[in-house]
T-cell receptor
Framework: QKEVEQDPGPLSVPEGAIVSLNCTYS??????FMWYRQYSRKGPELLMY????GNKEDGRFTAQVDKSSKYISLFIRDSQPSDSATYLC????????????FGQGTTLQVKP | NAGVMQNPRHLVRRRGQEARLRCSPM?????VYWYRQLPEEGLKFMVY????????ESGMPKERFSAEFPKEGPSILRIQQVVRGDSAAYFC???????????FGPGTRLTVL
């Protein structure tokens, strides 16, 4: 079993839709959570990070963490064609060296 | 404030040659991480360095791979005697502390012929 599971998709939605991206994990030692966006042949771009259970909102993006269920989500409201990319969840342990464990990434396509 | 810089962006090597990948962290960041992304796979941690120290190399292959972050200059990931399986995108990230948010560079795409 992988430490972090993420459905690779692809996920195709119409412009304006609400997108839900999810990751599950098995290691309860993970204490901080990030979401990255990666366009084709580019480096990952940090979107959201959080250290606690609950919701964190930034513009059209909302990150949700449920530590009891070991489940994290990223919601994108009013999705745009420019949101078409691969979304990676990344998890880390506070007492560890800082290395991140990534999900496989979900490919999202937003159709105009 | 310039982001994380990596060079070269593309590198072609023949089997058996050496590959050297360079990473300059963001200004004010003293922690550097290297990750590898194989085709159709996620990012895999390789090594974490601070100036003149390797802190965690648990993701590095045991042979042919080495990394350094000297007191002056960029961090270097070195792959000796490359094989076709080394073909991948190699990303560097930096952070101001650890654990902390990590910012990634554009990557170096290594192709081994």
């Amino acid at each position: 079993q992988k430490e972090v599971e993420q459905d690779p998709g692809p996920l195709s939605v119409p412009e304006g839709a609400i997108v839900s991206l999810n990751c599950t994990y098995s290691n309860s030692a993970f204490q901080y959570f990030m979401w990255y966006r990666q366009y084709s042949r580019k480096g990952p771009e940090l979107l959201m990070y959080t250290y606690s259970s609950g919701n964190k909102e930034d513009g059209r993006f909302t990150a949700q963490v449920d530590k009891s269920s070991k489940y994290i989500s990223l919601f994108i409201r009013d999705s745009q064609p420019s949101d078409s990319a691969t979304y990676l969840c990344a998890l880390g342990e506070v007492v560890d060296t800082g290395k991140l464990i990534f999900g496989q990434g979900t490919t999202l396509q937003v159709k105009p | 404030n310039a982001g994380v810089m990596q060079n070269p962006r593309h590198l072609v090597r023949r089997r058996g040659q050496e590959a050297r990948l360079r990473c300059s962290p963001m200004k004010g960041h003293s922690h550097v991480y290297w990750y590898r992304q194989l085709p159709e796979e996620g990012l895999k941690f390789m090594v974490y360095l601070q100036k003149e120290n390797i802190i965690d190399e648990s993701g590095m292959p045991k042979e042919r791979f080495s990394a350094e972050f000297p007191k002056e200059g960029p961090s270097i990931l070195r792959i000796q005697q490359v094989v076709r399986g080394d073909s991948a995108a190699y990303f560097c990230a930096s952070s101001p502390g650890a654990p902390d948010t990590q910012y990634f560079g554009p990557g170096t795409r290594l192709t081994v012929l």
